[in-house]
């Protein structure tokens, strides 16, 4: 049977079964040999009975010592019991309207038990064990697969035994020069290995193999992925306004800025395309840097655009920009889903006819019909709220251009490898001169009223604030929740009535939060009661009071981003997370430390990178076996041998690797085709 062929055609498998199979993602055969356990049963420790503890799983090697026999105790409910014995003790077992797993037990055989004793004395019992005759017990290792309504993992481990028998050659995608050099079993091997493990070494080695392709091949991808961008492009600077650009700045550039800036113009001013993310804890200065290379751009005669991922974060953009901007020759404009038709119009007419110099937008950037005349820079800010496609759609509006891609979401480098395996990389370390570090502190809802009256002592000194609460309105997701629309009202007539008080989130029009927004900066709003539509995108120095409510409800990232609001100004600055949940170690974490990195780390060890960063968001194929928080060395492992072999054959084009290709293809599918 050939690997790829449909699931439905495996002995025991008929439409039913396929369309249980598929709820798992098992369509095809690789698919169910490649369906690895989650976890295994250990049936190797077997202990006497009269040594078994009750109500742990135990594994007991005994003969059955009598036929069974059937209780009927009530209508719906019949027991089958009988006796087994290791020749020392007696232990009774029982089966709960199971006929079947009782009959298939045979008098004066011997099994092998796995399950949970209950009972007392003489009066302890084996109920509904799983059991194997003693001959076909192997090594002690079961897998123990996901299961899911009708198809449970004893019935996928058969399947997964049927499979096996009836499979067809496994093509092994990694070379055996690969395979030799970092002593990698066969692939079939690996499979058979990790789904029956002879042993606990065996297994470990089976996994290694498996990790090891998975990284190889996202790496080799990646990297594939950055050599295409490495062809040439028609958008070359070759002039460097950074000087004239620094003049217009009301501030002074960072060393790491600076840094930032040249390696940027020095890529740019090459015949192949930028391909750059510049990475930097929030308030760093990111936005300077694109400002820089916009400006340059410009200059230059060439286009550019940024994309960002919500439309209050687009709007802060261009009001920046467009202060940044008054008195330099960039032509600037804001497209997002909310521009009224007629503006969207001129905008699109004005980049097709190359009269717009630069465009801050949303998704709406990367329509059909939005063309470029000669975009030069295209500019992706929180890169990871887009997937590698997205950013995809707003380079091809270009001939190659440049691409810069931004990223306040510190991670670690090895990670950075995976996640951003495609992009040259740029840090700022540095922080602009006169931000303050901010002093967070936890507390439980019995302290709320003391905290909002720290606002308000804020409120009346003049300054501004924030409060921040997980949902738009009650009912979203339980009545335990705070929800801005009610606190907002409470606040507005309640605690803080006399003071102005304004109302931000998600599902407001985009009319509505532009004005609270402009309201809020120009200081006519003291206190902007919010859900995280705040996270990026507010700058306004003035505001230097925080308090998030549900704080336990937030990734430490996101609450790092949320407090990133505060701090933006020369004024020392609070940030106030309450939450009752039991457990607020975690939360700890954000009142000891600002450094964004340290935080990052704990919230990727805490919540893993899938959670972190969204399988959707990060746009990288899945991983099934490979775990980017653990398999650090593998990383750094594969990510050598991708380098190596790409350098002496760029396009696997020698027949060796044609399997390996066809695997990168299948990985990637749409975001590479490597022909």
């Not at 958008?235 to 950074?242: C, G, I, K, P, S």
């Not at 200081?523 to 902007?528: F, N």
């Not at 539509?533 to 003035?542: A, F, L, W, Y």
């Given at each position: 049977m050939e690997l790829n062929a449909d699931i439905q055609y495996l002995k025991g498998v008929g439409a039913r079964r396929a369309a249980q199979l598929a709820k798992l993602g098992i369509r095809t055969l690789r698919d169910l040999l490649t369906f690895y356990p989650r976890t295994y049963e250990d049936w190797r420790r077997i202990l006497p009975i009269a040594q078994a503890p009750n109500d742990t799983t135990v594994c007991i090697r005994a003969m059955v010592g009598s036929p069974c026999r059937e209780h009927r105790i009530r209508k719906g409910m019949t027991l089958y019991k009988t006796e087994i014995t290791d020749g020392e003790s007696l232990l009774e077992v029982t089966f709960f309207n199971s006929k079947y797993a009782a009959e298939k037990l045979e008098q004066g055989k011997e099994y092998l038990f796995f399950g949970r004793i209950t009972g007392k004395g003489y009066y302890r019992s084996l109920n509904s064990p799983e059991y194997v005759p003693v001959e076909q017990a192997g090594d002690g290792l079961r897998p123990i697969y996901p299961q899911t309504e009708g198809l449970n993992s004893r019935a996928i481990e058969k399947l997964v035994r049927q499979g096996f028998a009836v499979c067809g050659e496994v093509q092994d995608p990694l070379p055996e020069e690969i395979r030799t050099a970092y002593c990698l079993m066969p692939l079939r091997t690996a499979w058979e290995t990790i789904h029956f493990p002879p042993g606990e070494d065996l297994l470990s080695e089976a996994r290694r193999r498996l990790i090891f392709e998975?990284?190889?091949?996202?790496?080799?991808?990646?990297?594939?992925?950055?050599?295409?961008?490495?062809?040439?492009?028609?958008?070359?600077?070759?002039?460097?306004?950074?000087?004239?650009?620094?003049?217009?700045?009301?501030?002074?550039?960072?060393?790491?800025?600076?840094?930032?800036?040249?390696?940027?113009?020095a890529d740019m001013m090459r015949p192949v395309p930028m391909n750059r993310l510049?990475?930097?804890?929030?308030?760093?200065?990111?936005?300077?840097?694109?400002?820089?290379?916009?400006?340059?751009?410009?200059?230059?005669?060439?286009?550019?655009?940024?994309?960002?991922?919500?439309?209050?974060?687009?709007?802060?953009?261009?009001?920046?920009?467009?202060?940044?901007?008054?008195?330099?020759?960039?032509?600037?404009?804001?497209?997002?889903?909310?521009?009224?038709?007629?503006?969207?119009?001129?905008?699109?007419?004005?980049?097709?006819?190359?009269?717009?110099?630069?465009?801050?937008?949303?998704?709406?950037?990367?329509?059909?019909?939005?063309?470029?005349?000669?975009?030069?820079?295209?500019?992706?800010?929180?890169?990871?709220?887009?997937?590698?496609?997205?950013?995809?759609?707003?380079?091809?509006?270009?001939?190659?251009?440049?691409?810069?891609?931004?990223?306040?979401?510190?991670?670690?480098?090895?990670?950075?490898?995976?996640?951003?395996?495609?992009?040259?990389?740029?840090?700022?370390?540095?922080?602009?001169?006169?931000?303050?570090?901010?002093?967070?502190?936890?507390i439980d809802s019995d302290k709320r009223e003391r905290a909002y009256g720290y606002v308000k002592k804020h409120l009346i000194?003049?300054?501004?604030?924030?409060?921040?609460?997980?949902?738009?309105?009650?009912?979203?997701?339980?009545?335990?929740?705070?929800?801005?629309?009610?606190?907002?009202?409470?606040?507005?007539?309640?605690?803080?009535?006399?003071?102005?008080?304004?109302?931000?989130?998600?599902?407001?029009?985009?009319?509505?939060?532009?004005?609270?927004?402009?309201?809020?900066?120009?200081?006519?709003?003291?206190?902007?009661?919010?859900?995280?539509?705040?996270?990026?995108?507010?700058?306004?120095?003035?505001?230097?009071?925080?308090?998030?409510?549900?704080?336990?409800?937030?990734?430490?990232?996101?609450?790092?981003?949320?407090?990133?609001?505060?701090?933006?100004?020369?004024?020392?600055?609070?940030?106030?997370?309450?939450?009752?949940?039991?457990?607020?170690?975690?939360?700890?974490i954000m009142t000891e430390t600002g450094d964004g990195f340290r935080i990052a780390d704990a919230d990727l060890k805490l919540r893993g990178p899938g959670d972190f960063f969204g399988a959707r968001q990060h746009g990288l194929p899945a991983l099934k076996v490979a775990n980017m928080m653990t398999d650090g060395a593998v990383i750094r492992e594969t990510y050598a041998a991708a380098e190596a072999l790409l350098k002496k054959d760029p396009a696997l084009a020698d027949a060796q690797y044609a399997p390996l290709r066809q695997a990168v293809n299948a990985m990637f599918s749409a975001q590479l085709a490597m022909n």
């Open positions: 998975e990284l190889f091949l996202l790496e080799l991808g990646l990297l594939r992925l950055k050599s295409k961008a490495r062809r040439s492009t028609g958008v070359v600077l070759t002039r460097d306004e950074t000087a004239a650009f620094q003049s217009l700045l009301p501030f002074t550039l960072t060393g790491a800025q600076q840094r930032a800036i040249a390696d940027c113009t510049l990475q930097g804890d929030v308030g760093s200065g990111k936005t300077a840097v694109a400002a820089a290379l916009i400006y340059n751009c410009a200059c230059n005669g060439f286009q550019s655009a940024l994309m960002a991922p919500t439309e209050v974060l687009a709007m802060q953009h261009f009001k920046t920009f467009s202060a940044l901007f008054a008195d330099a020759p960039v032509r600037s404009a804001l497209l997002t889903g909310a521009t009224p038709a007629a503006e969207k119009k001129r905008i699109k007419a004005a980049l097709a006819a190359g009269t717009l110099d630069f465009v801050v937008g949303t998704h709406a950037l990367i329509q059909k019909d939005v063309q470029f005349a000669s975009l030069a820079l295209a500019v992706t800010d929180e890169q990871h709220r887009f997937g590698v496609h997205q950013r995809g759609l707003l380079s091809a509006k270009g001939d190659s251009p440049h691409t810069l891609v931004m990223s306040a979401t510190p991670i670690p480098r090895t990670l950075a490898l995976i996640i951003y395996g495609d992009l040259d990389l740029s840090i700022l370390d540095e922080m602009p001169r006169g931000r303050q570090p901010v002093a967070t502190y936890l000194e003049g300054r501004q604030g924030y409060i921040v609460c997980p949902l738009v309105e009650e009912g979203e997701e339980g009545d335990t929740l705070a929800a801005a629309q009610e606190v907002y009202a409470s606040l507005a007539e309640g605690f803080f009535r006399g003071f102005r008080v304004g109302l931000l989130h998600g599902k407001m029009k985009s009319a509505e939060k532009k004005d609270v927004m402009e309201r809020f900066a120009a200081g006519e709003v003291q206190l902007l009661v919010a859900t995280t539509v705040i996270e990026v995108g507010i700058d306004v120095p003035n505001a230097v009071i925080m308090v998030i409510e549900n704080a336990e409800r937030f990734g430490l990232s996101q609450l790092h981003q949320l407090r990133g609001r505060i701090g933006r100004g020369s004024e020392k600055s609070t940030c106030i997370l309450i939450s009752d949940h039991s457990d607020t170690e975690r939360l700890q």
